[in-house]
């Protein structure tokens, strides 16, 4: 409009002058007319896609740690987990069709992220779980039998070192509860019969005839300490 453009900046600043003054002239609202905009709950339509994306996440989390125990499977048949040949064959078995249902699973893996269910993300990793789930019932009745054939507690904590993943499973731990409980009671009664011992031969340990008395009664006495700690250890490590 051809209007100097000092005169139209100093327009706006004698407006906004205006506006201020006459709204500091008005009292302030008190604060019970103020309302409280609450915050939407965690199932709200506001949250749908974050909750999806959180949900995929721990998907991710727990595919990721359910090939990391059952990897240990392989390790544990090559050294001889649990040195009978029918049971070591079962546990092949198992990882072999777990290898088959991870393969399946890796078909998805750039769409593991993608929150679409036409992705088939979703549904194949149902699948993936129902088969984990069969295979870790497998392994208990496995891991069962297991230790009903150790004849000593040092061989049933030995055993459960071995698979020390896959037993840490919170379904496979949950069914074996009864089986700890039975290991830990007799853990204990072992160190009791072991504290008898040890008073009863504190005076004169036995030891090899080769010997010095001093370093034979050390040697005893280390003896007897690694009889305990090592089981224990085992046990807190589970």
């Known amino acids: 409009l051809g209007l100097d453009p000092s005169y139209s900046q100093a327009s706006i600043n004698a407006s906004l002058l205006s506006l201020t003054a006459s709204q500091a002239d008005k009292p302030m609202p008190p604060l019970s007319c103020l309302t409280v905009s609450p915050w939407p709950k965690r199932n709200s339509e506001t949250f749908s896609r974050l909750n999806a994306v959180t949900e995929r996440c721990h998907d991710v989390l727990d595919l990721i740690q359910t090939v990391q125990h059952f990897k240990q499977l392989e390790v544990a048949t090559h050294c001889g987990g649990l040195g009978l040949g029918s ?34 993300f979703e549904q194949q990793f149902f699948s993936f779980r129902s088969t984990v789930k069969k295979l870790e019932q497998q392994l208990v009745i496995v891991l069962e039998r297991s230790l009903e054939l150790c004849s000593t507690t040092g061989s049933q904590l030995w055993l459960l070192e071995v698979f020390q993943g896959i037993s840490s499973r919170k379904f496979i731990k949950d069914s074996l509860r009864a089986q700890y409980s039975t290991l830990v009671e007799s853990l204990v009664s072992e160190v009791e019969e ?36 090592i089981p224990v250890q085992r046990l807190e490590a589970m």
């Open 87 to 120: 049971l070591d064959g079962l546990v092949r078995d198992v990882h072999e069709e777990f290898l088959k249902s991870l393969d399946k699973m890796k078909q998805y893996s750039q769409t593991a992220l993608v929150i679409d269910e036409q992705s088939g």
């Open 194 to 229: 072991l504290a008898e011992t040890f008073h009863s031969q504190m005076d004169e340990p036995p030891f090899a005839h080769h010997l010095p008395p001093v370093s034979g009664a050390l040697t005893w006495l280390y003896g007897v300490k690694q009889r305990v700690s």
